[in-house]
């Protein structure tokens, strides 16, 4: 943005090769698979994770998370922040430029589709500025196509992680599902074709309280400036011997994707991504000289050591392990089987005529796990010898949760206590439950 007038100036960031930003196109590759590939693999016939917010569901690897499964929501959502503050403390802000979406896309998509129609840095800025010719109206109209192409693709993948893949791709999904899918499309589309990097340098939250969580130790671009100036200036003289390494090629600058000068000290907008790094490492190579931009630290600069275990990251790593044992413990006691077992209402216990003793109890069980065919149920009772246990059969579909009654009954002896003890066990292919409580009779009988 032109600071005195307020207007935008666009950013036309040339491209560059070098060590970061092979790193960077695989982590780009690697994220992308797993954005595009992951809602269409399928297990027992289902999507391996999928949203359902009509069911207020989660479905992960075959089983169904429901809303008392949000703890488990709130964990790794917890975990995602905590590795996030982590990673800032120690890098910097690597989450954008190596993982952040606005990112992924810009470079994998808008960058390589502009210089694929209209050309290199230098054909880009001549084109904007020339006349509206046929040619400009033709790639312009061809790039924004394959924009709104790209846009399309990306908000039916997106949408596809909610409503479902073979639905959505099929037409079968709801209206609701594809008017989510034309207003992120035009979202997206905005977004590529114009928004671009004003999104981190405005919009973005993480710009700004990254500098909270980061400190002198963090890693971030710098520029050598005790190397590097005084540079050479068009109308300064300044002695040969004086200058500094820097030979103002201006190749840190043109490469930026958010269109800063690094050598004026580190900025809000930048992301991180090493392109300056990568430029700028060749040229200072001819010099046979190591580059003058360079990630680095606060505390490097000032010619002191950068530490690694410092409290905060130390705090962030507690933090993360505590929350992953905490998920993994709670994930290990888990069921695929909701079952809940309460007494009757009104019916403490009652005396049959044959002289038994009957408990009735109402019998609640879910299936949270996606089966190919109803799964059968069956019900055991421990804790009591020679009792009866009455109970309809019951096979759960998928998602499926029934009620029952569930009638045991134990002989009226002398020696019955008058609260026993009871394990009731539900069992099914798949999963085991046990759950406890007791077996009620007269306080006159025994015990």
């Not at 040969?240 to 930026?256: R, T």
């Not at 403490?348 to 949270?368: A, H, S």
């Amino acid at each position: 943005m032109d600071e005195a007038t307020g207007r935008r100036e666009w950013v036309y960031p040339a491209w560059v090769k070098g060590h970061f930003q092979n790193l960077r196109k695989w982590s780009f590759v690697a994220l992308q698979a797993f954005l595009f590939v992951t809602p269409w693999i399928h297990l027992r016939g289902h999507q391996i994770i999928q949203f359902d917010l009509p069911a207020r569901q989660l479905h992960v690897a075959g089983s169904i998370y429901s809303a008392q499964d949000t703890i488990f929501l709130f964990l790794v959502l917890f975990f995602l922040a905590l590795l996030l503050f982590f990673v800032t403390s120690l890098w910097g802000r690597i989450w954008c430029g190596y993982a952040c979406p606005q990112t992924v896309f810009l470079e994998t998509w808008v960058h390589t589709v502009e210089r694929w129609i209209e050309g290199h840095r230098g054909q880009r800025m001549a084109l904007d500025k020339g006349p509206w010719t046929a040619q400009k109206v033709g790639k312009k109209a061809a790039k924004w196509t394959i924009f709104a192409a790209i846009s399309v693709v990306i908000s039916m993948t997106f949408v596809s992680w909610f409503a479902g893949t073979r639905a959505l791709w099929t037409g079968q999904a709801s209206t609701g599902a594809y008017g989510a899918v034309a207003f992120f499309a035009g979202v997206m589309f905005l977004d590529l074709a114009w928004f671009r990097e004003q999104f981190c340098n405005f919009l973005c939250p993480y710009a700004r309280f990254q500098g909270v969580i980061a400190g002198p130790n963090s890693l971030v671009i710098t520029y050598d400036e005790a190397r590097g100036e005084p540079r050479r200036q068009k109308g300064v003289k300044i002695p040969k011997e004086q200058l500094g390494a820097c030979i103002d090629c201006n190749k840190c600058v043109a490469v930026c994707p958010t269109g800063i000068d690094i050598r004026d000290g580190y900025q809000l907008e930048c992301i991180g991504c090493a392109k300056c790094v990568d430029a700028c490492t060749p040229i200072m190579a001819k010099f046979n000289q190591e580059t003058l931009v360079r990630y680095s630290t606060e505390v490097e600069e000032k010619g002191g050591e950068t530490s690694l275990v410092r409290p905060r990251p130390v705090l962030y790593a507690v933090g993360l392990i505590v929350t992953a044992l905490v998920f993994v413990g709670l994930l290990a006691a888990r069921h695929e089987l909701d079952v809940t077992v309460n007494r009757a209402p009104g019916s403490l216990y009652t005396v049959d005529p044959d002289g038994m003793v009957r408990n009735t109890f109402i019998l609640q069980v879910g299936n949270k796990q996606f089966v190919e065919a109803p799964a059968a149920i069956t019900v055991s009772v421990e804790g009591l010898d020679d009792i009866e246990v009455i109970v309809p059969p019951v096979q759960l579909a998928t998602g499926q949760s029934v009620k029952v009654p569930l009638v045991i009954r134990h002989a009226h002896t002398d020696d019955l206590p008058r609260t026993a003890p009871l394990d009731i066990r539900v069992r099914s292919d798949f999963d085991e439950v046990v759950v406890k409580t007791t077996f009620k009779t007269d306080a006159g009988v025994g015990g």
